[in-house]
């Protein structure tokens, strides 16, 4: 079955400090792979996707993640954090070429950012 | 908020009620997935619809109903039968274009009085 596990429940950085969220993914065939963001109380804003192409792919706000099929992982990284960065992070995967087509999601990593 | 709406944003449910939360999409999208969201759990799929008048179970569909009369809306039931309802509820849309991901609604929080 297909799974995401975010081995880190909870990381704390300080701002400007660098930062690298884990994601491995349990899959058959080629993932599709998202990262996700979440403030409190809000809906989940998409920040980057991989489907194909080249490994190493940037998406909004100054992230960026690689995908490693060898380690099936997926990993988010951002060289300098923000205080704005602070909230919780959700790597998902699917391969819509199954029946249901559906994202699942790990149990996120929630980031907080000292100053 | 990206072409789909979730209402209320609160909502306080007593115990043995059915309550019945919004998701209202405008881009004319045939599919739409509703999960749930806990602390420390991740996003667990409850229903999803593909397409206008069908509609399939999630992970974790007992205690919950759906319909999909129309394709702009797919509205979620939390009846009596779930046990623990309390929870943030979230709506989706797949982005435009395959393999993009979702789009999500601002969620609703159930909270059981």
């Known amino acids: 079955a297909q799974s995401v596990t975010q081995p880190d429940i909870h990381i704390t950085v300080s701002e400007g400090a660098s930062l690298e969220l884990r994601c491995n993914y349990s899959?058959?065939?080629?993932?599709?792979l998202f990262w996700y963001v979440q403030s409190p109380g809000q809906g989940l804003q998409l920040l980057l996707k991989y489907f194909s192409g080249d490994t190493l792919v940037q998406g909004i706000k100054g992230f960026e993640a690689e995908f490693k099929r060898s380690q099936s992982s997926f990993n988010l990284r951002k060289p300098s954090v923000h205080w704005s960065d602070a909230a919780e992070y959700f790597c998902?995967?699917?391969?819509?070429?199954?029946?249901?087509?559906?994202?699942?999601f790990g149990k996120g990593t929630k980031l907080s950012v000292k100053p | 908020d990206g072409g789909i709406t979730q209402s209320p944003k609160y909502l306080f449910r007593k115990e043995g009620q059915n309550v019945t939360l919004s998701c209202e999409q405008n881009l004319n999208h045939d599919a739409m997935y509703w999960y749930r969201q806990d602390p420390g759990q991740g996003l667990r799929l409850i229903y999803y619809?593909?397409?206008?008048?069908?509609?399939q179970k999630g992970d974790i569909a007992e205690g919950y109903s759906v319909s999909r009369e129309k394709k702009e809306s797919f509205p979620l039931t939390v009846t009596s039968a779930q046990k623990n309802p309390t929870a943030f509820y979230l709506c989706a849309r797949p982005r435009q274009g395959p393999r993009l991901g979702y789009t999500f609604g601002s969620g609703t929080r159930l909270t059981v009085v």
């Open positions: 899959y058959g065939a080629t993932p599709y």
């Open positions: 998902a995967v699917t391969n819509y070429g199954g029946s249901q087509g559906n994202l699942i």
């Open positions: 619809s593909q397409i206008v008048n069908d509609f």
